[in-house]
């Protein structure tokens, strides 16, 4: 763990003047106080532990697909790019959830009102579309590949009916749960089945290209392709994709104070997957590795294995990010069980939550290239709200000039991180897709 996530700013002198004037809090009182601010109601809410897998479950399985294929269009330098989006991303996932408690009144209750408290309301908007963009665009993603799998499951079967009919039939299978459940805390048993999916992948993959190295011809490796490093280095961050649904996750916790600990354990555990699966995977494969990665292995029961358990795990990861964006909506639309009551409550949140479905479905139907796709979502979105916006808040929130040189150079080296990713991923993976659709 970096030592900026150690090392918390003594108290402020600076803090920023907008629609709330906030007093100077110190990292401890300002950390998660329950004395004086008012918090969400945490009664019926999970462990630490079932936090822990929902950020797991959300994070994990799109490195792991993802990764050796970033190394690929990268090189090993890609290594410590994914060293660095780890700590990076340790590091804005606790001042995330920090800045939720900056006002040391009452607890904000999502990104969007992060955003709307610091730079009013053309910045929560703009955060509330990228946030939707990943909350979204990842199930979108989920769908096609789910569909992709289905299908090669049943190839030569009669269950070969088509990438598309799989997808609609995965947009069903999730969408039970996502009506059925309300909040975060509901859906951690799924969480925790999806966790426990991608260590399998890992572990056939990692068991499978080992022996695959001993048949198959030395792999071509480079150390670094800069025409193709920005759009690697998109997916890579993309890889660490968790913190549009971390205000919701901490929400569902009962020791909310536990966060640092949780979110740092979750993406030390993701790094430790992908690490896993690139290495082995872009050593043994080297520039023929595809994405996702069981492609690229012998074909055979642990590729089927494989394909299967990472189905599942898409199909448990989706209904979680779904849930994290419908939370966002409701809360706007006021839908809630003292407005409408119990009955009504549900059939309008049901309504809603069936039309994000069937959104996601349609989308999901246009845009069916896996790999660009990804590095297009990750590269738009996740390196803003990943290595920009929570900086940016944090120092909007809590001042500038009271935090030590290291931190800011440190914070500086996020953004600029970010920037990166943000403006040369996004072109590459435009050019990418369209050459896509014009084959």
Not at 10 to 26: L, R
Not at 222 to 228: A, P
């Amino acid at each position: 763990m970096s030592l900026e996530m150690v090392d918390m700013d003594k108290k402020g002198t600076d803090f920023q003047e907008g629609p709330v004037t906030f007093d100077a809090y110190s990292e401890a009182e300002m950390e998660y106080s329950e004395e004086g601010i008012i918090d969400v109601n945490r009664e019926h809410a999970g462990s630490s532990f079932i936090a822990y897998f929902n950020v797991v479950c959300v994070v994990a399985g799109t490195g792991t697909l993802g990764l050796p294929y970033a190394l690929r269009l990268g090189g090993w330098i890609g290594i410590f790019i994914l060293f660095l989006s780890w700590t990076m991303s340790m590091y804005t996932g606790v001042l995330l959830i920090r800045c939720l408690y900056a006002n040391g009144k009452q607890r904000l209750s999502s990104y969007k009102e992060i955003a709307t408290t610091c730079f009013g309301a053309v910045g929560g908007w703009v955060t509330f579309f990228l946030n939707a963009w990943i909350l979204l665009g990842a199930p979108i993603l989920y769908m096609v590949l789910s569909g992709s799998n289905l299908q090669e499951l049943t190839k030569g079967t009669a269950g070969e009916i088509g990438v598309l009919p799989w997808s609609i039939v995965s947009c069903v299978i999730i969408a039970v749960p996502f009506i059925l459940v309300k909040s975060m805390k509901e859906v951690a048993w799924m969480s925790a089945l999806g966790a426990l999916a991608t260590l399998i992948v890992v572990v056939i993959v990692l068991v499978v290209s080992c022996i695959d190295k001993k048949t198959i011809p030395p792999a071509h490796h480079e150390s670094v392709i800069w025409s193709q490093f920005p759009i690697a280095l998109s997916t890579i961050s993309f890889s660490f994709g968790g913190n549009a649904v971390y205000p919701h996750v901490e929400a569902s916790m009962k020791k909310p104070k536990d966060w640092p600990k949780v979110v740092a354990a979750g993406l030390s555990t993701c790094a430790g997957l992908y690490f896993l699966s690139a290495v082995p995977g872009y050593l043994v494969y080297g520039d023929q590795v595809q994405s996702p990665v069981y492609n690229s292995i012998s074909d055979g029961v642990p590729k089927i294995i494989a394909i299967v358990v990472m189905t599942f795990h898409v199909l448990s990861a989706s209904p979680i990010l779904l849930t994290s964006f419908a939370l966002d909506v409701e809360e706007m639309l006021n839908i809630t069980v003292e407005r409408f009551g119990r009955v009504k409550e549900f059939i309008i949140r049901a309504a809603l939550r069936i039309f994000i479905v069937v959104f996601v479905g349609v989308i999901g139907a246009c845009i069916p290239h896996f790999d660009d796709l990804m590095s297009l979502i990750g590269s738009f979105a996740n390196c803003g709200l990943i290595f920009i916006f929570p900086i940016l808040f944090y120092f909007k929130l809590t001042g500038f000039r009271n935090k030590p040189y290291y931190t800011i150079a440190w914070c500086l080296l996020t953004i600029l991180l970010g920037i990166v990713g943000l403006i040369f991923g996004t072109i590459s993976s435009i050019q990418a897709l369209i050459a896509d659709f014009s084959k």
